[in-house]
């Protein structure tokens, strides 16, 4: 049985855009916690799992894998306060 190989990266959730949102902006782990309303730990292993499904090595580069990806600017979108 041959196994099938796509190209086509996973689908970025509406909770993992928002951090997306939030490390652009600059926020830690914690910071992203508390505006969100989950763990700093939770906020970390959505950030982890960005930066597998975008494929960066590290947190920083998060930002602009999403630009590309995607074609949007994740300082543009916002959250509300």
């Known amino acids: 049985m041959a196994a099938t190989v796509t190209t086509e990266s996973p689908a970025i959730t509406d909770r993992q855009r928002e951090v997306v949102e939030l490390i652009a902006k600059g926020y830690s782990n914690d910071e992203i916690g508390s505006r969100l309303g989950i763990s700093s730990r939770t906020a970390k292993a959505h950030s982890d799992a960005l930066r597998h499904k975008l494929g960066v090595s590290r ?12 074609g949007r600017d994740p300082l543009s979108q916002g959250l509300e306060p």
């Open 59 to 70: 947190r920083r580069y998060i930002p602009a894998a999403y630009r590309a990806r995607t």
